[in-house]
C-alpha cells in the first residue's frame, strides 16, 4: 500500500510542477510524471528508512513515510529541471 502511494505522490508532484507550475515544459507532461513517481519510489524506499520513519508493523500506512517521498520527489524534479536547463537534455 505504501508504494504505491509513493508512486501516486511522486506523479501527482510531477504532473502538478508541469501542469500548474509550468515547468519542465520542453520535456513534457508524461516524463515529468515518470520522474516524480521515480523519485517517490526512491524517497520512501530508501530514504525513510534512513530517517527511521518506517511503521511499526510492515505494510502500515506511514504519514512520515509519504511526506519524505514527495520531498524526494520535488527534489528530483527541481533537479532535472536544473540538469535540462544546463545541458539541454
Known sequence: MNIVMWILAGGALGWAGFRLL????????????????????????????MMSSSPIVS?????????IAA???SACLAIGNMIEQRFGV
Open 22 to 49: 509550468g515547468i519542465n515544459q520542453r520535456r513534457g507532461t508524461l516524463v515529468s510524471i515518470v520522474i516524480g513517481a521515480l523519485g517517490g519510489l526512491i524517497g520512501g524506499q530508501m530514504l525513510s528508512p
Open 59 to 67: 505494510g502500515d500506512f506511514n504519514v512520515q513515510a509519504l511526506f
Open 71 to 73: 520531498v524526494s520527489a
